[in-house]
């Protein structure tokens, strides 16, 4: 190649090279370059930060109520994370919008007794365990009794054994009566856990059975001896009962 034909082509490259990186050479451009970010328009976020309600799990009509009711909470000042847990704890078991509806209003009214009965200074799993247990029967009367016992630590072990065991058929003032003796005693986290296992694996057996050894695994608990119908168990977490 001769010597000029060399340079106009060298020279042609560096004009093509300033062209292309020039902002007027758009048609140029890569399309993803120039594309404005992406945000998820479908994950709301409420006032209270615990929570995080993503709108796409739902329909468009029951994501809209949702927002409604979850904006209301927040404005009363009631915790959103539980409600919105509600919400997609039905979502994920394909419920109907109604019925996810009915039971975040549901939960969000009981919040509202559960917080005058448990105090202000109650954590939000406090809260939350204390609406539960409303739901399933439990009065408000019990839930302060329970929350008396345990005045310089959580009541959410007790409140969530209390509502488990009237679940299973124990008459809610035995359990009352159960919980609240069990919970004056040192590490009574430990023996709640134990309490609610004992009765889990008799009521297989009849109403009768769980509550002959819940009676006997409390009087073994305030004696001091080890009751031989307690199970061993290495779960240190109370197991929430089924939602309704």
């Given at each position: 190649?001769m010597p000029?034909?060399?340079?106009?082509?060298w020279?042609?490259?560096?004009?093509?090279?300033?062209?292309?990186?020039?902002?007027l050479?758009?048609?140029?451009?890569?399309?993803?370059?120039?594309?404005p970010p992406?945000?998820p328009a479908?994950?709301v976020?409420?006032?209270d930060?615990?929570g995080?309600f993503d709108?796409?799990?739902?329909?468009?009509?029951t994501?809209?109520?949702?927002r409604v009711?979850?904006d209301?909470?927040a404005?009363?000042?009631l915790?959103?994370?539980?409600?919105?847990n509600?919400?997609l704890?039905?979502?994920?078991r394909r419920v109907?919008?109604q019925?996810?509806?009915?039971?975040?209003?549901?939960?969000?009214?009981?919040?509202?007794e559960?917080?005058a009965?448990?105090?202000?200074?109650?954590?939000v799993?406090e809260?939350?365990?204390?609406?539960?247990?409303?739901?399933?029967?439990i009065?408000?009367?019990?839930l302060?009794l329970?929350r008396?016992?345990?005045?310089?630590g959580?009541?959410?072990?007790a409140?969530?054994v209390?509502?488990?065991?009237?679940?299973r058929?124990?008459?809610?003032?035995?359990?009352?009566?159960?919980?609240?003796?069990i919970?004056?005693?040192p590490?009574?986290?430990?023996?709640?856990?134990?309490?609610?296992?004992?009765v889990?694996k008799?009521?297989?057996?009849?109403?009768?059975?769980?509550l002959?050894a819940?009676?006997?695994?409390?009087?073994?608990?305030?004696?001091?001896?080890?009751s031989?119908s307690?199970?061993a168990?290495?779960?240190?977490?109370?197991?929430?009962?089924?939602d309704?």
């Amino acid at each position: 190649m001769m010597p000029r034909a060399r340079t106009t082509l060298w020279v042609a490259l560096q004009l093509l090279t300033i062209a292309m990186a020039s902002p007027l050479a758009s048609p140029l451009a890569s399309p993803l370059a120039a594309a404005p970010p992406v945000h998820p328009a479908d994950t709301v976020y409420f006032r209270d930060p615990q929570g995080q309600f993503d709108a796409a799990r739902f329909d468009t009509l029951t994501a809209n109520a949702l927002r409604v009711l979850l904006d209301d909470a927040a404005a009363k000042g009631l915790p959103t994370g539980p409600l919105i847990n509600r919400a997609l704890e039905g979502a994920a078991r394909r419920v109907g919008g109604q019925r996810i509806l009915s039971v975040v209003r549901a939960h969000a009214a009981a919040l509202i007794e559960a917080k005058a009965a448990l105090g202000e200074g109650s954590t939000v799993a406090e809260l939350d365990a204390g609406a539960t247990a409303l739901r399933a029967g439990i009065d408000a009367r019990s839930l302060t009794l329970v929350r008396g016992t345990r005045p310089n630590g959580t009541a959410v072990t007790a409140l969530v054994v209390l509502t488990d065991l009237v679940k299973r058929g124990v008459p809610t003032a035995t359990a009352r009566e159960a919980v609240a003796t069990i919970g004056r005693n040192p590490r009574s986290d430990d023996a709640l856990l134990g309490l609610q296992a004992t009765v889990a694996k008799n009521s297989q057996r009849g109403p009768g059975m769980a509550l002959d050894a819940l009676n006997r695994y409390v009087r073994g608990t305030v004696t001091g001896t080890v009751s031989p119908s307690t199970p061993a168990t290495s779960d240190r977490k109370p197991v929430r009962p089924p939602d309704s």
